[in-house]
Each structure stands twice: as C-alpha cells, then as structure tokens.
C-alpha cells in the first residue's frame, strides 16, 4: 500500500479481516501479517492502532461483546411479547452466527487474550459465553417477573443451560446452522419445565 494513502476506518477494516481469516481458516491461522495481508494494508498499520496483537485481538473480541449488549437490549424489550420459546430461539439463533462461533474458539485456542479479556471484565465463565449467559438471565427474569415462567425459575442455571447447549449445538455445524427446527427443540427441552409449571 502507498505511503501517505489515508485508510477510512483502518479499525473497522482490520477487524472484518481478521474475522474473514478466522472463519476461513482458524484461530491457528490469525497473526498480525495475516491479517494486514487480508485487508490489504501493511503490517505496521495495525500496530499504528493497537499496542500489540493480542490488544487488537482484545478489542476485536470487545466489539463482538458489544453487539451482544445490543442484543440484550432487543430481547429484553421482546420480553413479553410472542412465545418465551420463540424469542429465545432467535436470540441464540442470532448469538451464535459462524463469527460469534469463531471468536469463542479463539478465546479459547490464545491463553493470553482470555487473561486480557478477564482484566478487562472481571467474573467466571468464558469470555463472550458469559456476556450471553448475562443476556438470557435477564431476559428469563423479566418474563419471571411477567408470570410467563414459573416464579421460582433458577434463570441463570437455565441460562448457562440454553448457551451451553446453544454453543454445542452451533460450534458443532461445519458452515452451515442447524435447522430452526434444532434449536427449537433445544430450548423447549431446557424450559419445558418453567413453562409448565406456571400453569400450575
């Protein structure tokens, strides 16, 4: 790339490369040249953004977290409305698309940026499952509190249960997600019993 040639957004630009190359290729395969390679820039321009690249690596992982606060804000208000059943279904549907997927295995695969990631946001659980076990218990405990679960429902046990199997279920497709049907199925089996007994 020409010296002096301004690069609009170089933030954003490095991180789509960098989700591009996981997906493609693996959390084995994401290095600072990989990177600059896919998005056609030169090496140094990362580290004109980024400390290093395990601080680009914690920051590409801190803009998927975000998207999961926003996430949390669109369930929460759907709280409520449609069945708890079909909400947490597109929720997770739309929590773990192939890059969410991606991002978890590499926080997984690098030591040094879950350590990172832990500064940053202190608290157990794996980075990016832990925001989303968040995402659902707050969302479970608004419809608590609106009578449609039973009101002694445990919801972050169920939480962990619906993104633990969620993951699972996700992780474990190669390209492609699992039919509705099969994700359907998962959180009907996890709530099957709150949902019951609030009839009671």
């Known amino acids: 790339m020409p010296t002096g040639v301004h690069i609009r957004d170089a933030?954003?630009?490095?991180?789509?490369?960098?989700?591009?190359?996981?997906?493609?290729?693996?959390?084995?395969?994401?290095?600072?040249?990989?990177?600059?390679?896919?998005?056609?820039?030169?090496?140094?321009?990362?580290?004109?953004?980024?400390?290093?690249?395990?601080?680009?690596?914690?920051e590409l992982v801190q803009d998927r977290i975000a998207r999961i606060d926003d996430q949390a804000a669109a369930l929460r208000e759907s709280a409520g409305t449609g069945t708890v059943a079909g909400n947490l279904t597109g929720a997770l549907t739309d929590l773990f698309d192939s890059i969410a997927v991606a991002i978890v295995s590499l926080v997984i695969f690098r030591d040094e940026l879950r350590?990172?990631?832990?500064?940053?946001?202190?608290?157990?659980?794996?980075?990016?499952?832990?925001?989303?076990?968040?995402?659902?218990a707050s969302y479970l405990g608004d419809e608590c509190e609106l009578g449609r679960i039973a009101a002694d429902a445990d919801v972050d046990t169920l939480a962990l249960s619906?993104?633990?199997?969620?993951?699972?279920?996700?992780?474990?497709?190669?390209?492609?997600?699992?039919?509705?049907?099969?994700?359907?199925?998962?959180?009907?089996?996890?709530?099957?019993?709150?949902?019951?007994?609030?009839?009671l």
Request: no cysteine.
């Open 11 to 58: 933030r954003r630009q490095l991180f789509d490369a960098a989700e591009r190359v996981l997906l493609r290729d693996g959390p084995n395969a994401l290095t600072s040249r990989a990177v600059a390679t896919e998005a056609g820039v030169a090496k140094g321009v990362l580290h004109r953004h980024f400390a290093d690249f395990d601080a680009f690596l914690a």
């Open 162 to 199: 619906l993104i633990g199997a969620g993951h699972l279920l996700f992780a474990g497709q190669e390209g492609a997600p699992p039919e509705p049907g099969a994700v359907d199925k998962v959180v009907t089996t996890v709530m099957a019993d709150v949902l019951q007994r609030r009839l």
């Open 115 to 136: 350590a990172r990631l832990r500064q940053a946001r202190p608290g157990p659980g794996i980075p990016v499952l832990a925001e989303a076990a968040t995402m659902i």
